[in-house]
């Protein structure tokens, strides 16, 4: 006889041994099925089929960890189903007390004047375990972790995130169970609720975590109203700041800029199809929020105002974040005599639009690019070098090798003739003679400075091994 088809488990199995009469070595297969479907327990009603219970079928339940209760024949089965009935009405009232009191409690934190810590506070006692509040790129934000293994659930909450707020965790160990949920009211979670309780959570508990994710979720939507309000005010101001009226965007922000600040731009190498904004950018917004005095976003690109000091620093935190910056050329005098709340040609303006430029030439190898250092490289540094050794194939296709290192000294000693007759060991004449062959070929004057920066730039990038190796 096989009863397990029909049982859900944590039932109280009641049976009179009729089907059993004679069984030996069955025993063990058979408590083996109840363990195996859950069963909270076995009872065996003797004095009828089975005078005692049998020896192998107490073995079978000491040695596989099954409760067996020996039901006299005096003892009706229904007896044992109404008082087990009254019980679980017990229990289950007794549970919708307790989740009611915890739900009650929950509430009362949440009225605070830091619902967030108060709620999480309140959720760990509930729970006898742990409980805080990640951000989704895993900083704690509330509550403690405690015994939570933070950088496993930071792992799992980069794959979770993708799925928005669809997506949930549970991660069951001897003795401690975690769970993670995503709180916010829109799609893209706002943070992660994370709890760990010593065991299995009961009803009432499990209760007090949904309650307890619903509250924070609301707490979220306030806050995330406040932060799109000063967000709006940030934007404006950025705007001011662009037009040189630095002293209204001050009092719109409620702080003073600092001297010669510097703009960095920021966004992520790709861009998806299914958000406006990637969850990377969002990311740095708050990153850049918390370090500098001003950040925004403009059509999904990231714009933050820093110290000229805080610059390298800020922008390495983008970029760990997976985005490409650009740092724009400081703004303020610098040698110009210049008021540092100018715009224009060396204001904030002209910061940002060197930011964007620098931006527009990171790469994944080079994530973060420095206004600075494109200045310093000079025009090379920002072509593509694939695009230029095409460019300078072409434009000195025509030419010989001998003509090649001919414009090549020409070039370095600035068009003198005598030098390059000098260091080549020609007659002047001849000199002359192959620049007017080279510049038959260029089909201009190498006199003209524009031919010259050409023909320079080309030969940048007709030596192996890249500009500057000549």
Known sequence: MDPTPYLEGEELL????LAMSGWRGEWTAYVTRLRDAGVAGLGLGTGLTHRVPPRGLIRACEELGVNLIEVPRLTAFVAISRRAADLLEKEESQAARTALELQRQLTAAAAGSDPATA????????????????????????????????????????????QGRHAALTLSEPGFVTVVQPIGLHQRPESYLVTGTPGRPTEPQRRAVGTAGALLSLVSQQQRDQTDTRRRVAARAFALLLTDDQRTAELLLDIALPHNPTILAAHAPTASAEQSVDDAV????????????????VEGELFVVS???????IA???????????????AGPQGHGRSPQTAGPDGLGASRETAVLALAQATAASPVVRWSQLVREGLSALVDDHLAAAFAASYLESLTEEQLEVLRTFLRHHGSRLKVAEELGLHRNTVRNRVRQIEAQLGDSLDNPQVRMTAWFALQYSVAGGPGRW
């Open 307 to 313: 110290t000229a000091e805080g610059a390298e620093r």
């Open 316 to 330: 390495a935190e983008l970029a760990r974040l997976g985005l490409l910056v650009g740092i724009g050329n400081p």
């Open 14 to 17: 009641l049976t009179t041994g």
């Open 282 to 297: 969002v990311d740095g917004l708050v990153v850049a929020e918390a370090a500098c005095p001003l950040a925004v976003l």
């Open 119 to 162: 709620i999480l506070r309140q959720l760990s006692k509930s729970l006898n375990g742990v409980g805080c509040l990640l951000a989704p790129n895993g900083q704690v934000l509330a509550g403690s972790p405690g015994a939570v293994e933070l950088e496993e659930i930071r792992n799992r909450i980069k794959t979770m995130r993708p």
